[in-house]
């Protein structure tokens, strides 16, 4: 299997607060306001990995839920794995991999984020419990 086939696997924890609201992050690499998360290291499982990722992000300790979705980003091979999650422990504070974060509301959502990254959040705020499929271009959801 040639490099160009091969896919990456990352994972996103949507944090949800008693009323309602997502945690999104400021992504000090491009600006952008996403879920926290990122790729999963070859010998990591996912839970440990999505933890690791949000504690790295957020300072703060999670419990996942459920998983609410599955994306792949159809330009860079990536599958990401998203999961509601609740806040267990730790302080939220900005870190080297995030530079702001806010509580937000769904429609503030998708004010914010570009479709993309703002489907992730809301499929998890609406999920019914089995978790959304879609596939995307890195800025548009493709098919909806």
């Not at 997502?22 to 491009?30: K, P, S, V």
């Not at 998890?124 to 959304?132: C, Q, V, W, Y």
Request: contains cysteine.
């Amino acid at each position: 299997m040639d490099q160009e086939s091969r896919h990456s696997v990352s994972v996103a924890g949507v944090i949800v607060d008693d009323q309602g609201r997502a945690l999104l992050i400021q992504r000090r690499d491009n600006g952008h306001w996403e879920a926290p998360g990122g790729v999963l290291e070859l010998n990591e499982d996912i839970i440990s990995g999505l933890r690791r990722e949000i504690r790295e992000e957020t300072g703060l300790d999670v419990e996942p839920e459920l998983l609410t979705g599955v994306y792949k980003n159809m330009k860079r091979g990536i599958i990401a794995l998203v999961f509601r999650c609740r806040a267990t422990g730790g302080s939220l504070t900005v870190t080297n991999e995030s530079q702001d974060f806010r509580w937000l509301a769904a429609d503030e959502v998708r004010t914010l984020s570009v479709q993309a990254f703002a489907v992730r959040v809301l499929d998890a705020l609406n999920s019914d419990g089995k978790p959304s499929i879609r596939e995307h271009d890195g800025i548009r959801v493709i098919g909806d």
